[in-house]
Structure formats: C-alpha cells, structure tokens
C-alpha cells in the first residue's frame, strides 16, 4: 500500500533562516510522481511540485528546493531565507494508479505546519 | 477566474440530516474529486470522477455519494449525516493532457467545513 510519512507535525524558525520540511514514502509502483502541496491560511491547497520517479535531479526555484533521493525514499523540501509568508501547512504526495483510465490519485501525508516567527 | 468553487463554505447539520455540497469548475477540466481533510489525518480521497458522467470510490467513501451530470459540476451528498462525518471538505480538478494522460497537478477549492451535531 502507498505511504507518505511526514514525521513533523509542526515546525518553528526565526525568518531568514533555512528550514527543510522532510517526506518519506513507501510505494511499489516504479513509475510515480511526488508532490508538494502548500495550504496557506487560507485554506485552499496550491500546487507548488512534480516530480518524476526516473528524474532524481534536484529542482530550485527561488527559495524553493527540493531533494528527490530514491535510494531512501524522500522527497525533501527547504526553503532558504523564510519569510512570514511562508508560514502553512505543506503536504507531501504520492501518486498511485486507480483506474484503467490511467488516471492517478494522490496519496497524502498529513502534513507539516510551518510558522515564521518575525 | 474562478476556477474551482465550492458551495457552501460553512454549514451544520444535526445527526440524520442530509445535504449536497456543489463544486463547479470553469477549467474544462476531465478529473474531479473530493477529498475530506482532518486533523492529524491530512487529506483523504472519497470519491472521483475521470469524466461527466463517471464516478468511483476513493478511499473512503462510505457515508457519501456523488454524481457528475455535467462536465463542470461533481456534487458530494450525505443521505444521513453523522458526527463522524464533521470535516473539511476539498473538491479538486485536474486536467488531461494532449496525450491523454494526467498532469498531476490537482487545482482545489477553498474547502468546505461541516459540521455535524
């Protein structure tokens, strides 16, 4: 069965400083897509990455990084020099197959919450 | 753009009580689910649809049904509400590819929070 683990709950820095949100998973499958959801106070979940099984390079944008590594199954992510507008709840996702259509659900974690002290 | 709305944003219900929540997308888009969002639980799958008038369980559907008459509606009902069922509540969308396959990249709604007495 699909499993993402993402072992912390809540999260606490200082802004400006780096922060790395960590997601473990645990699938079958060999081809599957991991995903970093950010859910503001707001309430509404927005897609911030995809990344393929077979692609293990690691991705940046701006502040955002993220660290696949297959051979421990993770799929990191840090934000360097945080800003109060980081502060969220991020999840961590795993794709799974789920019908002939091939069409794929996600698999969520439960979640970091993540809050930049000012 | 609206994107993906969800009707309504709040409600309470007593126990038995039955109720539709509607999300409708502008996007076109073929994929649609909903998903029920707890507390310490992230976000579970309940049912999905991969096109009008198509629909399957996800993960946890009991309690719940669904139809997708049209293309930009996916509407989630509760035939007989109970406690259990307090939650907040996601619609999501999703596009098909040129190809036919799927993006994986899920547009959400802003949610909707039940509550049930």
């Known amino acids: 069965a699909q499993k993402v683990t993402q072992a912390q709950t809540e999260i606490s820095v200082v802004e400006k400083e780096d922060v790395t949100l960590d997601c473990v998973y645990e699938t079958r499958d060999t081809t599957y897509y991991l995903f970093w959801y950010k859910q503001p106070p707001s309430g509404e979940l927005v897609f911030l990455i995809r990344r393929n099984s077979f692609d293990e390079q690691n991705e940046i944008s701006g502040r955002y990084s993220w660290n696949f590594q297959k051979s421990t199954s993770s799929f990191n992510f840090t934000i360097t020099a945080s800003q109060v507008v980081d502060s969220a709840v991020y999840f961590c996702a795993l794709s799974e197959p789920i019908s002939n259509f091939g069409n794929e659900k996600l698999t969520f974690g439960t979640g970091t919450r993540l809050t930049i002290i000012p | ?117």
């Open chain 2, 1 to 117: 753009n609206a994107g993906v709305t969800q009707t309504p944003k709040f409600r309470v219900l007593k126990t038995g009580q039955s109720m539709t929540l509607l999300c409708a997308q502008d996007m076109n888009h073929e994929y649609m689910y909903w998903y029920r969002q707890d507390p310490g639980m992230g976000l579970r799958l309940i049912h999905y649809s991969v096109g009008e008038g198509t629909t399957a369980k996800g993960e946890v559907p009991d309690g719940y049904n669904v139809s997708r008459l049209k293309k930009q509606n996916f509407l989630l009902g509760l035939e007989s509400a109970a406690p259990s069922q307090t939650s907040v509540y996601f619609c999501a969308s999703s596009p098909r590819t040129s190809g036919g396959g799927w993006t994986g990249e899920l547009f959400f709604g802003e949610g909707s929070r039940l509550t049930v007495l």
